[in-house]
């Protein structure tokens, strides 16, 4: 099967970023939509996660209504030529959910690793992340920990979306 | 919490489908027969679950930076001008995620967009609407391999 022209493949991933309707057939509903056949929206979900576009499909929770109350972003100061090294070996860790190397902005912001620990309350999020220093080998590294306040929005990134709608998650809800 | 209200079908809906959901003509149905249950049964379950806010939606987690762009922006913000500072800043379509962290640096955001430029302009406004500079740390580099977020039911 052909690849899409890139105009069907933004209005693809406009519609999928936003969730999959909830009915029996939803690729068939999002070919509707955007004017394409099932197995072309199939094929297409199918070649972003060949190409590594898409890391995952599937369910997404929100940690949060499921008891996992507190969240710290744990940001370490690393020296640059072993943050790849374990950036690597923390990412292996199932309570670690993200872990990415971002830029230091000194002198106000030292931290080139960011780390997200989720658990039940900030005590836990503590232990775990005394756990993954020793782990790694980083005992005496220079990390801080930022416990989740407030959140004031939470939603999926829309990156092509008409995000300006409410998401249009449910194309039928009647039972 | 941990065992408040999920039935077995329910738990496994949400934990053993984060990722390699079925990509074939009837999904639902797929997972019904995988769990023993019935398509609209299923389709019932993620229904309530995302009706009531644990499932955000099921669909794809892109890879940063692949098919738009985004980055992680911080800012000090006087406790007292919070508030409003953090409504100002969720009321910008391109800003997904907001929260408040304990530290100096006490607004944290992520803002995503469908080139540099139109990121760059982003904040600009951002900054300029919301009347404090940001701090801008995009992703130089992604060590973490994202299968989903595996919930412990009973003790964490």
Known sequence: M??????????LIAEIEQGLPLCERPYAEIGRRIGCSEEEVIAAIQRLQCEGDIKRF?????????????????????????????????????????CYRRPRRLPHWPYNLFTMVHGRDREAVAEKTRHLAESCGLRDADYRILFSGRCFKQRGARYLGRALEEPTGDCSRAR | MSDTGYSVLEKRLLNEVQH??????????????????????????????????????????????????????????????????????????????????????????????RDTQELQAALQAIEQECGYPLMDLPMLEDYYIDLGFEIHWGDD
């Open chain 1, 58 to 98: 599937g369910v997404v929770v929100r940690h949060r209504k499921l008891g996992y109350r507190a969240n710290g972003m744990v940001v370490w100061n690393i020296p640059d030529e072993r943050v790849a090294e374990l950036g690597r070996c923390m990412g292996r860790f199932p309570f670690v959910t993200l």
């Open chain 1, 2 to 11: 052909q690849a899409m022209t890139p105009d069907l493949s933004q209005a």
């Open chain 2, 20 to 113: 390699g959901f079925p990509l074939s003509t009837r999904p639902f149905a797929e997972l019904a027969e995988r769990f023993d249950s019935d398509e609209q049964t299923v389709l019932n379950a993620y229904r309530r679950l995302q009706d009531e806010g644990v499932v955000s939606r099921i669909g794809p987690v892109f890879r940063p930076n692949r098919i738009g762009v985004s980055t992680l922006a911080a800012m000090a913000v006087p406790p007292q001008d919070l508030e409003r500072v953090a409504a100002c800043i969720s009321a910008r379509p391109e800003v997904n995620h907001n929260y408040e962290r304990l530290h100096e640096f006490n607004l944290w955001f992520v803002v995503t967009a």
